[in-house]
């Protein structure tokens, strides 16, 4: 079985991508690449397949959840073990995958490269980014009863087992929302989650794709899914099946 498919989602990343696809391949040489491009007009997904890497065109942006949905769907469709999230503006750095890798292979299902554990940090973000940031992230631990404490991280690696107990079918949220979402139905089947400590740092070619709006509908959606958690009468969850780590 291939051990690990790392999942980048694009849109107009010509300036960063070959890079990207370099430094991977020097950090993580057992694992593959899948570029999930969004008909990006720059070119993006034919530098990339220049460069080796599996490349899934769409015909238009269709959000990062989607994409995210697409990239796992063909890692379970072609046997890879764990799949990476990574962002491919090198906000990501590409040598923090093997210890995401290393992670799940010790017995996690989800590894969280995270900003707020010790060890990590975000030293090119302004004060009130950052407080924005952990305030959004402390609300979702709170309201949502998450052990995590960078819920709407990125950078991760998921065990397949994991992805298949979620149901992915069923996740339609974007953005920090999927993310969050994400973490949240880990938690409510059981999953064992690792947070990895991670520099983060901003992007240096490129526009970010992030909105503020974004940003308030995952906040609209913690309030409504922890809402719901208090006042409704518990449901069963499905549960994660135990598996070997070898």
Do not use: C
């Not at 906000?91 to 707020?116: Q, T």
């Not at 709407?152 to 979402?181: H, N």
């Amino acid at each position: 079985m291939p051990p690990a498919l790392v999942v980048v989602p694009t849109y107009q990343e010509a300036d960063n991508i070959e890079r990207v696809l370099e430094r991977l391949r020097a950090a993580a040489p057992d694992a593959d690449v899948l570029v999930v491009d969004d008909g990006s007009p720059d070119g993006t997904a034919d530098l990339a397949e220049a460069r080796g890497a599996h490349v899934l065109r769409r015909p238009h942006k269709a959000g990062l959840g989607s994409a995210y949905r697409a990239g796992f769907a063909w890692a379970r469709q072609h046997g890879f073990r764990i799949a990476v999230e990574m962002d491919a503006d090198l906000s990501h750095d590409p040598d923090d995958v093997p210890r995401l890798l290393a992670a799940v292979d010790d017995g996690a299902d989800l590894a969280i490269g995270s900003r707020y554990v010790p060890g990590g940090a975000t030293p090119d973000w302004p004060r009130r980014r950052r407080l924005l940031s952990r305030a959004g992230n402390r609300y979702a631990r709170t309201m949502l009863r998450l052990r995590v404490h960078d819920a709407t991280a990125g950078f991760r690696a998921w065990r397949m087992d994991l992805l298949d107990a979620i149901d992915l079918e069923q996740v339609t949220t974007d953005g920090y929302g999927f993310q969050i979402d994400m973490t949240y139905r880990a938690r409510r089947v059981g999953a064992e989650i690792a947070e990895v400590p991670i520099v983060f740092t901003d992007r240096r070619h490129g526009t970010s794709k992030m909105s503020g709006g974004i940003i308030l509908e995952a906040m609209r959606l913690v309030t409504r899914w922890g809402v719901r958690d208090r006042l409704l009468p518990s449901r069963p969850k499905p549960k994660l099946a135990t598996t070997s780590t070898t």
